[in-house]
């Protein structure tokens, strides 16, 4: 499918000029957060990353970009944008180690069929729908990708779970304010959570949760300081610049 003749795109840049991606002009729009999930997932050369819920690509891209020698699977639902996910990992030469699929992630018995078998990845890294139906947008690809029913964060973290290894590692960003209905989802299957809060400034409640988690671990949750987006001044700070425009990894000390 030639998402160009589906959607009206533009061309960005992130990570510095360092991923270039094609996206849609309208509806959901590549940001910080996806970088941030990428930042955040402690990938090695050999390894093989699973992103759920992909989009264009531009977590398991930039996961790529940082990571010399990781292969990386993008599974996204919408056809057109995992057309445009494919372009992207092609136009940025990754098309050697990423490949895009089109699935729905509620749906991971079909994974299989796709060439996408169960057990086989080191590394799922997900940004999961977290808003409430009834604050849909009346977009409907800004929607798929923000809204979802009540049962989706739990049904995403078992599609992970069927698909990583013993001991492989989910990373997922999610509202500050659901860290609750993380834990919950992760208890079945996964443990040894670290918990990451983004905060948009000094001393502000955090807007975001990175949350880290083994499959099949058992060790006490831990929590680091986090990361502010921006300074007391406003203006972006030296920590995130270094994780979002110069690539930089996110700091898990301890974990």
């Known amino acids: 499918m030639d998402a160009d003749t589906i959607l009206e795109t533009s061309d960005d840049a992130v990570l510095g000029g360092r991923l270039l991606l094609r996206q849609p002009r309208h ?102 729908p977290f808003n409430d139906l009834s604050h849909a947008s009346p977009d409907a690809r800004r929607r798929l990708a923000h809204a979802a029913a009540p049962d989706t964060l739990p049904r995403w973290v078992s599609a992970a779970a069927n698909v990583l290894k013993p001991g492989g590692v989910l990373t997922l960003i999610w509202r500050a304010d659901g860290l609750g209905a993380v834990q919950e989802a992760l208890a079945p299957a996964f443990g040894g959570a670290a918990v990451l809060p983004i ?36 203006q972006p700070s030296a920590a995130a610049e270094a994780v979002l425009r110069a690539g930089r990894t996110l700091d898990f000390t301890g974990d």
């Open 199 to 234: 905060r948009p400034r000094p001393g502000a409640a955090p807007i975001r949760v990175i949350v880290r988690a083994r499959k099949g671990g058992t060790a006490p949750l831990k929590r680091h300081p986090g990361l502010e987006l921006n300074d007391s001044h406003g």
């Open 27 to 128: 509806g959901h729009r590549v940001g910080h957060d996806a970088i941030l999930l990428a930042a955040a997932t402690a990938a090695a050369a050999g390894d093989h990353a699973v992103d759920l819920g992909a989009g264009v690509g531009a977590a398991g891209l930039a996961l790529a970009v940082r990571v010399g020698g990781l292969t990386v699977t993008l599974v996204e639902i919408d056809p057109a944008l995992a057309a445009l996910a494919a372009g992207n990992a092609r136009r940025n030469g990754l098309a050697g180690r990423v490949r895009a699929l089109t699935l729905d992630v509620t749906r991971p018995e079909t994974f299989a069929a796709a060439g996408l078998a169960p057990q086989s990845a080191d590394h799922v890294l997900t940004n999961p």
